[in-house]
Structures are given as structure tokens and as C-alpha cells.
């Protein structure tokens, strides 16, 4: 039965391994059907001594850091030279059709190699287009994904969606480890009556149910669910899937995905009138004291559903979400260097447009060579077109240079709700992993208050003791943001400049006093902003949107914002926004 609402659901205890012995039972039973296991564990001796379960002559090891050369195939440049016509060769993937890939780390899968593991999950072929050869290749692959990820580090949420089982060795005792020899003739026989297994449709809606009650939003998931029940009824020796195999996917599919807590049922007002037998109608009502299908199979979820989720969800709050590749954990993509890592390869000319990539040349210059006329000696004629560089690509810290109009005229407008928007920006980056740093100006000169720092404390602290009043030396603030953001670049940082002012300066650059001076300086250093190409965002604090912050704005290339129409998380979005923009297309 459903719990009540007011009554507390008991958490579920450490799983045993009989648990989960029984989860790879199911994955081993149909491995491409039910996509994968998510296993959550460290490196050690307990995972070894899980992955042994799995049977080693179909099981591939995913390379960390593979190349598409590795991943998908290509041309094949030795048996290419050797036939005088392309040949292709397999990839990691092509080979391990009808096998199981064990990915290691995958909370690091680069987005190309999530990619192609989905897509092979969902289609069971890989399409090759490479090296001017076309083909389609067989890949019905299980996949093991091994999370060791710290902190907020999280398998791409494409590929967990996709894998059926999600199992936890955190909260096991690695001294009770079972013996599975005596399963494995079990699931030799669950294999071969899988395919006549059958799901009422029943099952199918008391699942469904059941992902509406937990918030479970993804089709797949449910998809996935039935399949677990079919599983489970084959290896139960069922041919039909029951309330039982049902229960059984609940708590391995949609258990672990639940973000929400069911609400509590309202009877209805009253009770619907008793059909006729001569009706037609076709309900099955349950059999006196025993509960609905959708009751069992919501029961049998929530006394699944781990701990720390169950905890969350009590509390009234979200769960995680499985995204490991947060904005601002690294800044701009920089591309054609020298040095970084392995971005695939392009056609070039070696020296400054990069480093010659030999074997991607050759493959390149074989299938040619019966047209150019290979004579015997056996050399291969590489021609200008041929040569391939090796594409890098190089992750950068970023720095959020602040600058603060602290003048008079600020603080008596907006400087409190100005400090509002920086502090909450400042979490903002701090959650990120962003340098930061705070310039202020006022009476005649600016000053950097907090130099480039990661420290939330030093930088609210900073901002609470930051005073207004006087002239407003607006080129000034911008001239010395300008010079924090290229300091930071020089130490190898994608910087950023956020503005925050009404745009009207009355001090030149030079100390005098005077408006037409100070605005034609302050437009000056906002042109040299723009020329370096440092990304920049204009917050106007004026009581009305200004003509001069637009234009100023404007010269310096910047998002302008008017802060009195925008709160404090829609300026912390811009400025994110701002620091992390798309990563540009590769001038190549």
C-alpha cells in the first residue's frame, strides 16, 4: 500500500549482494535491451571482484582518451597499401557487437564518445562516414559505465537515461562477497526465454503510474522498466510478467530516478456504481485484500529508493541532477595550439598551423597511390593536399573583473542593489570555480579592492566595506579593469569585465575635472577594451536607461543590461552568459 503522507517512508537498507548479484543476473540476461549498469564505486578490490562476474570473453574495455580513429574505424592504412584499394578497419565499438563495453571514468566522457555510445544503444549500428569510405556496421552492445566521480562530477545524463540499472557499491559489505558460479547456468536459460516472455498491459500502465507518482519525466526509463520485467520473468521461468517482475523493475529503474514524492491519493466522492455482467466490461478488480497493481508497484519503488534521494525528497528538494560538465569549470576552448589535448586532426600545411599528424597523412595519401602511379620500390608519394595536423584543444580558467561605480551619484541611486547583484554574481562564480576580482572607483582615481582570487569570503567581505561618494572617474575604473583582464590573460585566463555604472564620468583620466573631458577619455578606454577582445557586460544603475551607458556600452563591445529592470539572478545569468559564451568555431 501507499504510504500515507504525514507517515514517514522507511529508508531502505544497505544493499546485500544478493541484491546485486540479481542486478547483473538481469543485465547479463539481455544486455542491449536493457542498455547498461551505472556502477557507482571507487577503484579497489570489491569492484574487481564485481566486474569478474561479467564474463571476460565479451567484455571490452573502453580506452580512456579514445580517439574516433580508435572509437568508430577507418581506413586501414597498412592493409590499404598492401590490397592497392581502401579497406576498412573496426573500431572499439563495430568489435564489441554482441559483447559488453566496460567504460572506466565515465563522468570524463568526452561529448564525441557519448555520442556514439548512445547512438549505438539506440539504433544497434554505427554509421561510418570517414576517410572517404562509407559503412555500416552491426553494434549491439551492454554497456558498464563506472562512476567515480567526487563532488558534483556526474555520468552525461544521455547516457545514465539509456542504462537501465543504476547500482551503488559505496554501502556494501565487501567481507559477505557471494560465489556466482552456481547463476550463471540460470541466466543461460533466462536468455534463450527471454524473447517469449510477455507484458500485460497491466504492467505496462501500473509502471507508467508509477513514473507519473515519482516525477520519473523520461519515456525510456519506463521503457527500460518494462524490460527488466520481462527479464525478471524469465529468469523467474514465467512466460507472462506479473505484479511480482513488475514490483522488480520499480525498484532497479525508477527507484533511483524518482524527484518527487508521490502525493497523497484523494478518495473519490463516491463510490463508482457495480457493473453488470452483461456490460462488456472488461475491468479485472483485485481480489478481496489484496492491493491495486499501481499501489504494489509504487510501494515497491519507494522502499527501494536510496537514502541520501529519500532524504532529499522529504526535505522538499531537488535531487542532483547527473550533469558533470557544469558552466565554468573551464573557460574559453582554445584551439589550434600546440599543446593541449587531442581535438581529432584536420587537413593543413605543418609548422605554425600545427604539429604533422603522420599516420592520419598516410591514411590520407593510400587510397591514391594506383592513380599516382606507386611504382614497386614500395614508397608512397604524399603530395601538399595529403597532410593532416594534429587540432588541440586547450581549456582556460576564467576571471570576472568587477568594476564599481562607487561616486556619489551611485550611491545615492543604486549602490546597495548594485553590491545585491555583485554578491549574488559572486556565488554565482564561486560555485563555478571563477577567479574574480573587484575595482572601484570614486573621487579622482580607481582601485583594485580584491585581486583575481577563487576566496568567496575575501570577496564579500571586500564588497561589504566598500563606501560611495565623490567624482566619478569612469575612464579611470575602466582603464585599470582593462589592465586586471589582461594581467589575467598573461597568466593563461579567458577574462571578463562586468561594468556596473550610470555611465556619467566627470573626472578625465589625467585627474582634471570635467565632464566632456572625462566622457571622451572614458570613451577612448572603452574602445581599447573592445580592440583586446575582452568579453564585457554593461549594468547601467541609473534610475532610467541613459543614452551615454548605451553608447558606452556599445564602444565597449558589451551586453548592456539597465539593473533596475533586472534582479539578481538575471544578472548572475548575463554575467555567466558573458565569461562563458559558446566556444568559438576553430579558425582554420
Not at 136 to 165: F, K, M, N, Q, T
Not at 271 to 289: F, I, R, V, Y
Not at 333 to 349: E, H, K
Not at 413 to 437: F, I, W, Y
Request: hydrophobic share 45%; glycine share 8%; net charge neutral.
Amino acid at each position: 500500500m501507499q504510504p500515507e503522507r504525514g507517515e514517514a517512508v522507511p529508508a531502505p537498507p544497505a544493499p546485500d549482494w544478493a541484491d546485486l548479484v540479481r542486478a547483473f543476473e538481469l543485465f547479463l540476461v539481455a544486455p542491449h535491451a536493457l542498455g547498461g549498469v551505472l556502477l557507482r564505486s571507487a577503484a579497489g578490490p570489491q569492484r574487481d571482484a564485481v566486474l569478474a562476474w561479467l564474463e571476460p570473453a565479451r567484455l571490452h574495455r573502453l580506452p580512456l582518451h579514445v580517439t574516433a580513429d580508435r572509437l568508430l574505424g577507418g581506413l586501414s592504412l597498412a592493409e590499404t597499401l598492401k590490397a592497392g584499394r581502401p579497406v576498412h578497419e573496426r573500431g572499439v565499438l563495430a568489435a564489441a557487437d554482441g559483447g559488453v563495453v566496460l567504460v572506466p571514468m565515465a563522468e570524463r566522457l568526452e561529448p564525441l564518445v557519448t555520442a556514439q555510445l548512445c547512438a549505438a544503444l539506440d539504433h544497434g549500428e554505427l554509421h561510418v562516414a570517414r576517410d572517404g569510405l562509407v559503412a555500416r556496421e552491426p553494434c549491439r552492445i551492454g554497456v558498464v559505465a563506472l562512476d567515480e566521480g567526487v563532488d558534483d562530477e556526474r555520468v552525461p545524463a544521455s547516457l545514465s537515461d539509456r542504462l537501465a540499472l543504476q547500482v551503488d557499491l559505496t554501502r556494501t559489505d565487501p567481507r559477505a562477497l557471494p560465489d556466482v558460479a552456481p547463476h550463471r547456468q540460470r541466466v543461460d536459460s533466462a536468455r534463450a526465454a527471454f524473447f517469449r516472455v510477455q507484458v500485460p498491459d497491466a504492467v505496462v500502465d501500473a509502471l507508467c503510474g508509477a513514473a507519473f507518482a515519482l516525477g520519473v519525466d523520461s519515456l525510456r526509463a519506463v521503457a527500460k522498466a518494462a524490460v527488466v520485467a520481462r527479464v525478471h520473468a524469465a529468469l523467474c521461468g514465467r512466460d507472462l510478467a506479473t505484479p511480482e517482475d513488475a514490483a522488480q523493475a520499480a525498484r532497479w529503474v525508477l527507484a533511483p530516478r524518482a524527484t518527487r514524492l508521490p502525493s497523497e491519493p484523494q478518495p473519490p466522492a463516491e463510490p463508482p456504481p457495480p457493473q453488470d455482467s452483461e456490460s462488456g466490461g472488461d475491468e479485472e478488480e483485485p481480489p478481496d485484500g489484496q492491493a491495486p497493481l499501481g499501489d504494489v508497484v509504487l510501494a515497491a519503488a519507494l522502499s527501494a529508493m536510496p537514502r541520501g534521494l529519500l532524504d532529499a525528497l522529504k526535505a522538499g528538494g531537488a535531487p542532483p541532477r547527473s550533469n558533470a560538465r557544469r558552466q565554468g569549470r573551464a573557460g574559453a576552448a582554445r584551439t589550434g595550439q600546440l599543446s593541449g589535448r587531442p581535438s581529432g586532426v584536420r587537413a593543413g600545411r605543418p609548422g605554425d598551423e600545427g604539429r604533422v599528424d603522420i599516420l592520419a597523412t598516410l591514411r590520407a595519401a593510400a587510397p591514391w597511390q594506383t592513380l599516382r602511379g606507386r611504382k614497386s620500390g614500395g614508397r608512397i608519394e604524399v603530395r601538399p593536399g595529403d597532410f593532416q595536423v594534429r587540432r588541440v584543444v586547450q581549456r582556460t580558467e576564467t576571471c570576472v573583473v568587477f568594476v564599481v561605480d562607487a561616486s556619489g551619484s551611485a550611491a545615492l541611486q543604486r549602490l546597495a542593489e548594485a553590491k545585491g547583484a555583485v554578491e549574488r554574481t559572486l556565488a554565482d562564480c564561486h560555485a563555478r570555480r571563477d577567479h574574480v576580482a573587484l575595482v572601484a572607483f570614486r573621487g579622482d582615481s580607481a582601485a583594485l579592492l580584491l585581486p583575481p582570487t577563487r576566496s568567496l569570503t575575501r570577496a564579500r567581505r571586500c564588497l561589504e566595506g566598500l563606501a560611495g561618494g565623490g567624482a566619478t572617474p569612469l575612464a579611470a575604473g575602466i582603464s585599470l579593469g582593462l589592465q586586471v583582464a589582461l594581467e589575467a590573460r598573461a597568466r593563461g585566463r579567458t577574462p571578463a569585465m562586468v561594468v556596473m555604472s550610470d555611465g556619467r564620468g566627470n573626472v578625465a583620466l589625467d585627474g582634471a575635472a570635467g565632464s566632456a573631458m572625462a566622457m571622451r577619455d572614458a570613451q577612448l578606454t572603452a574602445t581599447a577594451v573592445r580592440t583586446a577582445a575582452v568579453a564585457a557586460l554593461w549594468l547601467d544603475t541609473s534610475p532610467r536607461p541613459r543614452e551615454s551607458g548605451e553608447q558606452l556600452a556599445a564602444q565597449l563591445g558589451a551586453t548592456y543590461l539597465h539593473l533596475p529592470y533586472a534582479d539578481a539572478p538575471s544578472v548572475a545569468q548575463q554575467v555567466r552568459l558573458t565569461s562563458h559564451p559558446s566556444n568559438p568555431p576553430s579558425r582554420e
